[in-house]
């Protein structure tokens, strides 16, 4: 098995070019974070089950790139949302 693309993102509206902040870092707050179709159907298969859809929304994710002595360093964080066993049984 090689590598599969576990996730789909979603970037929100934006003006270009994006305007840097404090200390010249980009933020993006707002990127959805989905199930691609792939690894939903490998998923199901591997765990026998039929719950995992393409489009399943997993998170929302804020990217802030940080300019370091001319390189980029990305720092990702996710904010809340529901597990997805809540999703699953509601």
Partial sequence: MGRITLFDLELPAVSLPLQPIANFALYLPGVNVTLDSEAAADLNQV?????FAAGMPIRTATVTA???????????????AKPVAERLHP
Avoid at 47 to 51: A, C, D, E, I, Q
Avoid at 66 to 80: D, E, I, N, Y
């Fill in 47 to 51: 765990f026998k089950v039929n719950v």
């Fill in 66 to 80: 940080v300019s370091k002595t001319r390189f980029l360093r990305s720092v990702v964080g996710l904010q809340a």
